[in-house]
Protein backbone atom coordinates (compact mmCIF):
# COMPACT_ATOMS: atom_id res chain seq x y z
CA UNK A 1 0.00 0.00 0.00
CA UNK A 2 1.26 3.47 -0.80
CA UNK A 3 1.31 6.53 1.29
CA UNK A 4 -1.43 8.11 -0.86
CA UNK A 5 -3.79 4.79 -0.44
CA UNK A 6 -3.49 5.64 3.16
CA UNK A 7 -5.29 9.35 3.28
CA UNK A 8 -8.42 7.64 2.17
CA UNK A 9 -11.03 5.83 4.44
CA UNK A 10 -10.70 1.78 4.30
CA UNK A 11 -12.40 0.10 1.40
CA UNK A 12 -13.45 -2.85 2.64
CA UNK A 13 -13.12 -3.42 6.14
CA UNK A 14 -15.56 -5.72 8.06
CA UNK A 15 -16.01 -5.58 11.75
CA UNK A 16 -16.07 -5.85 14.93
CA UNK A 17 -16.28 -9.81 14.51
CA UNK A 18 -15.91 -11.57 18.08
CA UNK A 19 -12.37 -12.57 18.35
CA UNK A 20 -12.01 -15.76 19.04
CA UNK A 21 -9.12 -18.27 20.14
CA UNK A 22 -8.34 -19.72 17.00
CA UNK A 23 -7.14 -16.01 16.13
CA UNK A 24 -4.59 -15.21 18.68
CA UNK A 25 -1.38 -16.26 15.89
CA UNK A 26 -2.96 -13.03 13.30
CA UNK A 27 -3.85 -11.01 16.57
CA UNK A 28 -0.13 -11.66 17.65
CA UNK A 29 1.41 -10.48 14.38
CA UNK A 30 -0.38 -7.19 14.27
CA UNK A 31 -0.06 -6.36 18.05
CA UNK A 32 4.04 -6.97 17.53
CA UNK A 33 4.02 -5.22 14.34
CA UNK A 34 2.13 -2.15 15.14
CA UNK A 35 3.62 -1.97 18.64
CA UNK A 36 7.77 -2.49 16.55
CA UNK A 37 6.51 0.55 14.64
CA UNK A 38 5.61 2.95 17.40
CA UNK A 39 8.94 2.50 19.18
CA UNK A 40 10.63 3.20 15.98
CA UNK A 41 8.22 6.31 15.37
CA UNK A 42 9.55 7.37 18.91
CA UNK A 43 13.11 6.81 17.76
CA UNK A 44 13.67 3.40 19.33
CA UNK A 45 14.70 1.79 16.00
CA UNK A 46 16.34 -1.17 17.19
CA UNK A 47 13.60 -2.11 19.03
CA UNK A 48 11.71 -5.39 17.89
CA UNK A 49 8.06 -5.71 20.38
CA UNK A 50 8.04 -9.40 20.84
CA UNK A 51 4.66 -11.60 20.60
CA UNK A 52 3.42 -12.26 23.74
CA UNK A 53 2.79 -15.93 25.29
CA UNK A 54 -0.97 -17.61 23.88
CA UNK A 55 -1.83 -18.27 26.99
CA UNK A 56 -1.74 -14.97 27.99
CA UNK A 57 -3.92 -13.80 25.05
CA UNK A 58 -6.35 -16.65 26.00
CA UNK A 59 -6.90 -15.17 29.75
CA UNK A 60 -7.70 -11.36 27.66
CA UNK A 61 -10.09 -12.83 25.06
CA UNK A 62 -12.01 -14.97 27.91
CA UNK A 63 -11.79 -12.45 30.20
CA UNK A 64 -13.18 -9.83 27.33
CA UNK A 65 -15.80 -12.21 26.06
CA UNK A 66 -17.79 -9.82 23.67
CA UNK A 67 -15.48 -7.25 23.86
CA UNK A 68 -12.79 -8.52 22.41
CA UNK A 69 -13.19 -7.51 18.93
CA UNK A 70 -11.38 -7.77 15.55
CA UNK A 71 -11.40 -6.33 11.99
CA UNK A 72 -10.55 -7.70 8.83
CA UNK A 73 -9.20 -6.45 5.68
CA UNK A 74 -11.14 -7.45 1.73
CA UNK A 75 -9.07 -10.62 1.74
CA UNK A 76 -10.05 -11.46 5.51
CA UNK A 77 -7.00 -11.39 7.71
CA UNK A 78 -6.74 -8.99 10.43
CA UNK A 79 -5.62 -6.05 10.31
CA UNK A 80 -7.13 -4.29 13.76
CA UNK A 81 -8.06 -5.48 17.10
CA UNK A 82 -9.37 -4.24 20.39
CA UNK A 83 -9.82 -6.05 23.10
CA UNK A 84 -12.42 -3.69 26.20
CA UNK A 85 -12.59 -5.48 29.19
CA UNK A 86 -15.48 -4.60 31.77
CA UNK A 87 -14.96 -5.51 36.00
CA UNK A 88 -18.26 -4.38 37.38
CA UNK A 89 -18.46 -0.58 36.42
CA UNK A 90 -14.83 -0.55 35.95
CA UNK A 91 -14.31 -0.38 31.92
CA UNK A 92 -10.69 -0.78 30.11
CA UNK A 93 -9.16 -1.04 26.64
CA UNK A 94 -6.50 -3.33 26.09
CA UNK A 95 -4.30 -4.08 24.32
CA UNK A 96 -5.44 -2.33 20.64
CA UNK A 97 -3.30 -1.92 17.65
CA UNK A 98 -3.46 -1.04 13.85
CA UNK A 99 -1.72 -3.31 11.34
CA UNK A 100 1.22 -0.33 10.35
CA UNK A 101 -0.21 -0.44 6.67
CA UNK A 102 -3.61 0.47 7.61
CA UNK A 103 -2.54 3.02 10.31
CA UNK A 104 -3.92 6.73 8.97
CA UNK A 105 -7.01 5.56 7.42
CA UNK A 106 -9.29 6.52 10.51
CA UNK A 107 -9.31 2.88 11.96
CA UNK A 108 -8.23 3.67 14.71
CA UNK A 109 -10.81 6.12 15.63
CA UNK A 110 -13.11 2.96 14.39
CA UNK A 111 -11.64 0.68 16.98
CA UNK A 112 -11.65 2.82 19.94
CA UNK A 113 -15.19 3.90 19.22
CA UNK A 114 -16.71 0.60 19.35
CA UNK A 115 -14.58 -0.09 22.41
CA UNK A 116 -15.94 2.52 24.52
CA UNK A 117 -19.49 2.17 22.86
CA UNK A 118 -19.45 -1.93 24.12
CA UNK A 119 -18.14 -0.89 27.50
CA UNK A 120 -20.69 2.55 27.98
CA UNK A 121 -23.66 -0.43 26.94
CA UNK A 122 -22.42 -2.75 29.58
CA UNK A 123 -22.94 -0.51 32.13
CA UNK A 124 -19.16 0.87 32.89
CA UNK A 125 -19.61 4.02 34.05
CA UNK A 126 -15.29 4.25 34.27
CA UNK A 127 -13.46 3.87 30.46
CA UNK A 128 -10.25 4.21 30.13
CA UNK A 129 -6.94 2.81 28.81
CA UNK A 130 -3.12 3.35 29.37
CA UNK A 131 -0.50 4.95 27.20
CA UNK A 132 2.78 5.36 27.25
CA UNK A 133 3.67 9.08 28.50
CA UNK A 134 6.24 10.34 26.08
CA UNK A 135 4.00 9.17 22.99
CA UNK A 136 2.28 12.79 22.01
CA UNK A 137 0.93 11.15 18.78
CA UNK A 138 -0.97 9.14 21.16
CA UNK A 139 -2.05 11.24 23.65
CA UNK A 140 -3.21 13.39 21.19
CA UNK A 141 -4.96 10.93 19.12
CA UNK A 142 -7.33 9.80 22.11
CA UNK A 143 -7.64 13.51 23.27
CA UNK A 144 -9.90 13.86 20.34
CA UNK A 145 -11.99 11.35 20.92
CA UNK A 146 -12.62 12.22 24.74
CA UNK A 147 -10.07 11.06 26.47
CA UNK A 148 -8.50 13.21 29.53
CA UNK A 149 -5.20 12.87 30.67
CA UNK A 150 -5.21 11.20 34.23
CA UNK A 151 -2.78 9.72 36.55
CA UNK A 152 0.24 7.77 36.07
CA UNK A 153 0.57 4.37 36.64
CA UNK A 154 4.61 3.81 37.96
CA UNK A 155 5.54 -0.21 37.69
CA UNK A 156 7.59 -0.70 40.86
CA UNK A 157 9.69 -4.16 41.53
CA UNK A 158 10.51 -5.70 44.91
CA UNK A 159 13.28 -8.64 44.92
CA UNK A 160 12.38 -12.13 45.49
CA UNK A 161 12.49 -13.17 49.28
CA UNK A 162 12.14 -15.98 51.67
CA UNK A 163 9.63 -15.01 54.57
CA UNK A 164 9.12 -16.79 57.68
CA UNK A 165 5.16 -16.48 57.66
CA UNK A 166 2.68 -19.07 56.12
CA UNK A 167 1.80 -17.58 52.36
CA UNK A 168 -2.48 -17.28 52.14
CA UNK A 169 -3.12 -18.32 48.06
CA UNK A 170 -6.90 -18.89 47.04
CA UNK A 171 -5.45 -21.47 44.62
CA UNK A 172 -4.03 -23.69 47.54
CA UNK A 173 -7.83 -23.62 48.99
CA UNK A 174 -10.35 -26.74 48.71
CA UNK A 175 -13.22 -25.81 46.59
CA UNK A 176 -16.03 -24.72 49.06
CA UNK A 177 -13.12 -22.27 50.93
CA UNK A 178 -12.06 -20.74 47.73
CA UNK A 179 -15.15 -19.94 46.41
CA UNK A 180 -15.94 -18.47 50.17
CA UNK A 181 -12.08 -16.45 49.49
CA UNK A 182 -13.45 -15.46 46.64
CA UNK A 183 -16.49 -14.27 47.51
CA UNK A 184 -14.60 -12.07 50.47
CA UNK A 185 -12.51 -10.58 47.74
CA UNK A 186 -15.39 -9.37 45.79
CA UNK A 187 -16.71 -7.60 49.54
CA UNK A 188 -13.89 -6.33 49.92
CA UNK A 189 -13.37 -4.43 46.46
CA UNK A 190 -17.25 -3.72 46.77
CA UNK A 191 -17.09 -2.32 50.24
CA UNK A 192 -13.94 0.56 48.91
CA UNK A 193 -15.29 1.06 45.34
CA UNK A 194 -18.80 -0.02 45.09
CA UNK A 195 -19.74 -1.66 41.49
CA UNK A 196 -16.09 -2.72 41.28
CA UNK A 197 -16.41 -6.85 40.53
CA UNK A 198 -12.81 -8.76 39.93
CA UNK A 199 -14.26 -11.94 40.27
CA UNK A 200 -14.38 -13.00 36.68
CA UNK A 201 -10.42 -12.43 36.63
CA UNK A 202 -9.69 -14.49 39.75
CA UNK A 203 -11.35 -17.31 38.80
CA UNK A 204 -10.23 -17.28 34.97
CA UNK A 205 -6.76 -17.17 36.26
CA UNK A 206 -6.86 -19.89 38.77
CA UNK A 207 -8.57 -22.17 36.24
CA UNK A 208 -5.82 -21.45 33.31
CA UNK A 209 -3.39 -22.07 35.39
CA UNK A 210 -1.77 -18.56 35.16
CA UNK A 211 -0.70 -17.48 38.38
CA UNK A 212 -3.18 -17.12 42.40
CA UNK A 213 -4.05 -14.64 44.49
CA UNK A 214 -2.21 -13.69 47.74
CA UNK A 215 -4.71 -13.17 50.45
CA UNK A 216 -3.61 -11.09 53.87
CA UNK A 217 -5.89 -11.20 57.10
CA UNK A 218 -6.22 -9.31 60.09
CA UNK A 219 -7.43 -11.60 62.62
CA UNK A 220 -10.06 -14.11 60.64
CA UNK A 221 -11.13 -11.09 58.47
CA UNK A 222 -9.40 -10.56 54.92
CA UNK A 223 -7.39 -7.21 55.23
CA UNK A 224 -6.09 -7.51 51.17
CA UNK A 225 -5.61 -9.48 48.16
CA UNK A 226 -3.37 -9.58 45.11
CA UNK A 227 -4.11 -11.05 41.83
CA UNK A 228 -0.65 -11.85 40.17
CA UNK A 229 0.17 -14.05 37.29
CA UNK A 230 2.90 -16.03 37.37
CA UNK A 231 3.12 -17.03 33.71
CA UNK A 232 5.36 -16.00 31.30
CA UNK A 233 4.46 -12.66 29.49
CA UNK A 234 6.21 -13.36 26.38
CA UNK A 235 6.08 -16.24 23.72
CA UNK A 236 8.84 -18.62 24.49
CA UNK A 237 10.74 -16.70 27.53
CA UNK A 238 11.50 -17.56 30.72
CA UNK A 239 9.88 -16.31 33.52
CA UNK A 240 11.63 -13.11 35.17
CA UNK A 241 8.82 -11.60 37.34
CA UNK A 242 5.35 -11.96 38.79
CA UNK A 243 2.77 -9.56 37.70
CA UNK A 244 0.44 -8.39 39.96
CA UNK A 245 -2.78 -7.94 37.94
CA UNK A 246 -5.14 -6.63 41.29
CA UNK A 247 -4.07 -5.24 44.28
CA UNK A 248 -6.80 -4.50 46.77
CA UNK A 249 -6.26 -3.22 50.57
CA UNK A 250 -8.13 -2.36 53.28
CA UNK A 251 -6.37 0.33 54.20
CA UNK A 252 -2.20 1.52 54.53
CA UNK A 253 -1.16 -1.04 56.97
CA UNK A 254 -1.73 -3.96 54.65
CA UNK A 255 1.08 -2.93 52.54
CA UNK A 256 4.21 -4.28 54.39
CA UNK A 257 2.55 -7.87 55.10
CA UNK A 258 1.09 -7.98 50.83
CA UNK A 259 4.46 -6.98 49.79
CA UNK A 260 6.21 -9.91 51.89
CA UNK A 261 3.49 -12.29 50.54
CA UNK A 262 3.98 -11.09 47.20
CA UNK A 263 7.74 -11.53 47.73
CA UNK A 264 7.76 -15.00 49.04
CA UNK A 265 5.27 -15.65 46.09
CA UNK A 266 7.62 -14.75 43.75
CA UNK A 267 10.24 -17.15 45.25
CA UNK A 268 7.55 -20.18 45.12
CA UNK A 269 6.68 -19.62 41.63
CA UNK A 270 10.65 -19.21 40.59
CA UNK A 271 10.63 -15.62 39.25
CA UNK A 272 13.32 -12.98 40.68
CA UNK A 273 10.91 -10.16 41.14
CA UNK A 274 7.27 -8.46 41.60
CA UNK A 275 5.89 -6.06 39.50
CA UNK A 276 3.39 -3.97 41.25
CA UNK A 277 1.93 -1.10 38.92
CA UNK A 278 1.04 1.99 41.48
CA UNK A 279 -1.38 4.42 40.23
CA UNK A 280 0.18 7.85 41.32
CA UNK A 281 -3.15 9.22 43.06
CA UNK A 282 -2.16 6.46 45.80
CA UNK A 283 0.86 8.80 46.72
CA UNK A 284 1.19 7.36 50.43
CA UNK A 285 1.04 3.63 49.33
CA UNK A 286 3.44 4.59 46.49
CA UNK A 287 5.72 6.02 49.72
CA UNK A 288 5.40 2.65 51.54
CA UNK A 289 6.67 0.57 48.51
CA UNK A 290 9.55 2.39 48.17
CA UNK A 291 10.40 2.76 52.05
CA UNK A 292 10.39 -1.38 51.36
CA UNK A 293 12.77 -1.31 48.74
CA UNK A 294 10.69 -1.12 45.44
CA UNK A 295 12.37 0.35 42.21
CA UNK A 296 10.93 2.04 39.52
CA UNK A 297 10.80 0.38 36.31
CA UNK A 298 8.43 2.01 33.98
CA UNK A 299 5.25 4.34 33.76
CA UNK A 300 2.36 4.48 32.04
CA UNK A 301 -0.24 7.41 31.63
CA UNK A 302 -4.07 6.59 32.13
CA UNK A 303 -6.48 8.32 30.24
CA UNK A 304 -10.04 8.06 30.87
CA UNK A 305 -12.82 9.38 29.01
CA UNK A 306 -14.68 12.77 29.88
CA UNK A 307 -17.06 12.11 32.72
CA UNK A 308 -15.97 8.15 32.83
CA UNK A 309 -12.98 9.36 35.01
CA UNK A 310 -12.05 7.29 37.99
CA UNK A 311 -12.43 7.59 42.21
CA UNK A 312 -9.94 7.08 44.87
CA UNK A 313 -11.18 4.27 46.93
CA UNK A 314 -13.03 5.10 50.31
CA UNK A 315 -12.39 4.88 53.53
CA UNK A 316 -9.04 4.84 53.14
CA UNK A 317 -8.64 1.34 50.70
CA UNK A 318 -6.54 0.53 48.14
CA UNK A 319 -7.73 -0.55 44.94
CA UNK A 320 -4.82 -0.95 42.43
CA UNK A 321 -6.51 -2.46 38.78
CA UNK A 322 -4.04 -3.02 36.19
CA UNK A 323 -5.26 -1.59 32.50
CA UNK A 324 -2.47 -4.25 31.00
CA UNK A 325 -2.68 -7.79 30.46
Given amino acids: ?149 GRLTITVTLEAADRDRPLALVGSLAPRARSDAIAECRDLTSAILPGYDFTRELELTLDLGLGDVALVHRGSAIAGFALFHSASLVEGRSREELRVLKMVLRDAAAVEPMSQALTDAARRAGTRRVAIRVQSEYGDIYRQFVDLGARVRWTDLRMTVRHHEEQRGAHGGVVFSNWEI
Avoid at 19 to 36: E, G, H, K
Avoid at 41 to 67: C, F, K, S, T
Avoid at 122 to 132: A, F, P, Y
Wanted: glycine share 10%; charged share 20%; proline share 6%.
Fill in 1 to 149: MTASDLSRPPRAVSGPHRMRLSDIDAVNRVFSDAFTERYRRDGMVGVRVPQLNPAIWRYAIEDAREGAMLWRDEQGEVIAFNVAHSSGVEGWMGPLAVRPEWQGTGLGKTIVVAGIAWLRANGCTVIGLETMPRTMDNIGFYSTLGFLP
